[in-house]
């Protein structure tokens, strides 16, 4: 078993960065991300990891470096929140189309107006179809742990993709967690040096990011979204492989007290843990309501989740971020998605609730299954409401 | 040789769409966007090479008499070596109505 030890958890991925020795880090920084840059630029400097580390003048430049630099083979890692993530979207979609394992850890925050440094997801959905790996963190450790996870995922052959690790500002990023920490010849056995399949190299020169007219570029996005499909079994693989290394045994839907509920809270990243206090308060008295948390989003997991939820009465989906002038949150919509072609499912019930960091306790997931309940009990089955607003 | 982009599935495709063979841009026939197309009056050329200099897609090849002729595969009708001719040798026509 490896070291247990105190570490804010922005410290904790940079030494994890470390750990899986990348070439080249390249990122600008902002609020709530700078943690996990200026740690790495410490370690750089030091000399404690041998890497080329970019300070870039802009997101849209660290995430164009690390295009860059993945494609002539280098392992490549970037981070960053909200308006950078915004301004390196242009190359979230070219990263993943020339099919480039760049990691990059998001701390999550809402997007501006009205300026806004606190946590949601209204930044990582602005790039839902951008066609990267999209695992969600629950706690510091998930994050440390996903970082060996993600790399060996997304540079395996079958896969070459590049990966997003969600992890939410501030509740997590600047949070001081116990995190075991996994010792250097594991990680090394666990996460070879990448082999990339073509690379930048003048010996065999080979052109990435040429033009496709209108006569192939279906073919490219279908071979693109084929790809992200098929890096799931990868993904099952890796989390087995991790568990059995470690004893963290990672699913793409965790489950809690799910056996025989009748209301499901549905969420997504740190929501978890508090949502898992609430349901223990509320099974203490008798309520019959487990948890259900999905860990990957893209590729969206749609048998896991059913095979999760379709036992259950009512599911109250809780989203962190708004779809304005659309159906209500993100999570929602897919939820709505993957149940719609089954004959019986359960009724959804949307909130949207801890937007720009606004804390969401256990009561408040108490209330908002009362509420729920309350109203499809009394016929309300496309309930959907931004929790907590002052009329 | 690559093969044309019609004949290619999705299976096929390198990942990524990388372009495993360098140089394949000269088999994209540019020809087909032009209108106009280059007509040299070889009694008013004096050699020069302007046009070969000037143009650019690259399309002027000297030929074996010394002259230099547009390879109407690659060249869209632009106009440029007309333009810069400094003995007005080059003339744009339509295409189909040259006499």
Known sequence: ?????????????????????????????ITPQTHVVEHLSELVANGELDAEFFCVESEHSALSVCVGS????????????????????EITYIASALRLPIVMVIANRTLSAP???????????????????????ENGQDVYDHMFIAYRVAEAHEVLLPVIINMDGFTLSHVIEPIELVEQEKVDKFL?????????????????????LPGIFAETKKAQEVALWSSMPKILE????????????????????????????????SFGETASAAVDLMREEGRSVGLVKIRLWRPFPFEEFKKATLGAKQLVVIDRAVSIG????????????????????????NFVAGLGGRDVSPADFIKMVDKAEIEIEEGNKEGYEIYGVRE | MTK?????????????????????ADQYRTGDWKTLKPVLNKELCIHCGLCYIYCPDMSYNLNAEG?????????????????????????????????
Request: glycine share 10%; aromatic share 10%; hydrophobic share 35%.
């Open chain 1, 1 to 29: 078993m490896g070291k247990r030890v105190g570490m804010e958890v922005s410290i904790a991925a940079a030494e994890a960065v470390k750990q899986c020795n990348v070439d080249v880090i390249s990122a600008y920084p």
């Open chain 1, 115 to 137: 300026i806004n440094i606190w946590n949601d997801h209204s930044d990582v959905m602005s790039i839902r179809d951008c066609g990267w790996i999209q695992f969600f963190a």
């Open chain 2, 4 to 24: 044309p982009e019609s004949e290619w599935t999705w299976k096929e495709l390198p990942a990524g769409t990388v372009m495993l063979e360098p140089g394949n």
């Open chain 1, 238 to 269: 890796t989390w087995k492989a991790f568990g059995d290394m470690t004893g963290r045994y990672y699913n793409p839907v965790e489950t809690y007290k799910t056996e025989d509920a009748e209301t499901l809270l549905v969420i997504m990243g």
């Open chain 1, 326 to 349: 659309g159906p209500g949150g993100p999570v929602a919509s897919e939820v709505k998605s993957a149940l719609y072609g089954e004959v019986m499912h359960p009724v959804v019930y």
């Open chain 1, 192 to 212: 070879p040096p990448y082999q990339p399949l073509y690379r930048m190299h003048p010996d065999r020169p080979v052109t990435m990011g040429g033009i496709a």
């Open chain 1, 70 to 89: 993945e494609a002539t083979g280098a392992r490549s890692f970037t981070c960053t929140s909200s308006q950078g993530l915004a301004l390196m979207s």
């Open chain 2, 67 to 99: 002259y230099f002729i547009a390879d109407l595969f690659y060249c869209k009708g632009c106009g440029i070596c007309s333009k810069e001719c400094p003995t007005g040798a080059i003339t744009m026509v339509v295409e189909g109505e040259e006499k």
